[in-house]
T-cell receptor
Framework: ETGVTQSPTHLIKTRGQQVTLRCSSQSGHNTVSWYQQALGQGPQFIFQYYREEENGRGNFPPRFSGLQFPNYSSELNVNALELDDSALYLC?????????????FGQGTRLTVV | AQRVTQPEKLLSVFKGAPVELKCNYS??????LFWYVQYSRQRLQLLLR??SRESIKGFTADLNKGETSFHLKKPFAQEEDSAMYYCALRGHSGYSTLTFGKGTMLLVSP
């Protein structure tokens, strides 16, 4: 599949634990953005990665961190999980060189913190 | 700060009725506006964008800079239009990220 894929699809963690979510970008895309979608809310921007560096960040604390690899795939890491971190985490890939580029979304990882 | 407001959480109409999903935005500049749709059990996908000025699945949206609105319209709703609709804005802050509204659930009844 050449679309955006995320793993795992569902995850249950205990408060205080750490979690890593993964995203494979669409073929030909070099930019990955992560969003948090709480229940009943729209997606909220966490951060974006381009050329393996953080290229922008939303209003999220430092315990939310990420990585981008040479193949443009990405990880989202969350330390010291809190109950409010329970949400759907979406990854979107795009190509920063293409003007007016469209972002393609993965199906998301549903994280539940108990 | 950029903000997107979708005032309706739920819009329920009968098949064949006109539909208008409202979206207002706040941004100091010329943003790009988008409508994304999420059908049941499917991923978020782009429906249309204001720069394309095209109609997708019978939906259109016009950017009104004076009213800072980007309402989504369809003259005759179909049952398969039932989905969650998100209005989104992309500013020009040096990176291409989206600010989403809270979404409107459209339910089209037979």
């Amino acid at each position: 599949e050449t679309g955006v894929t995320q793993s795992p699809t569902h995850l249950i963690k205990t408060r205080g634990q750490q979690v890593t979510l993964r995203c494979s970008s669409q073929s030909g895309h070099n930019t990955v953005s992560w969003y948090q979608q709480a229940l009943g809310q729209g997606p909220q921007f966490i951060f974006q990665y381009y050329r393996e560096e953080e290229n922008g960040r939303g209003n999220f604390p430092p315990r939310f961190s990420g990585l981008q690899f040479p193949n443009y795939s990405s990880e989202l890491n969350v330390n010291a999980l809190e109950l409010d971190d329970s949400a759907l985490y979406l990854c979107a890939s795009s190509s920063i060189q293409i003007m007016n580029t469209e972002a393609f979304f993965g199906q998301g990882t549903r994280l539940t913190v108990v | 700060a950029q903000r997107v407001t979708q005032p309706e959480k739920l819009l329920s109409v009968f098949k064949g009725a006109p539909v208008e999903l409202k979206c207002n935005y706040s941004y100091s500049g010329s943003p790009e506006l988008f409508w994304y749709v999420q059908y049941s059990r499917q991923r978020l996908q782009l429906l249309l964008r204001h720069i394309s000025r095209e109609s997708i699945k019978g939906f259109t949206a016009d950017l009104n800079k004076g009213e800072t609105s980007f309402h989504l319209k369809k003259p005759f709703a179909q049952e398969e239009d039932s989905a969650m609709y998100y209005c989104a804005l992309r500013g020009h802050s040096g990176y291409s990220t989206l600010t989403f509204g809270k979404g409107t659930m459209l339910l089209v009844s037979p």
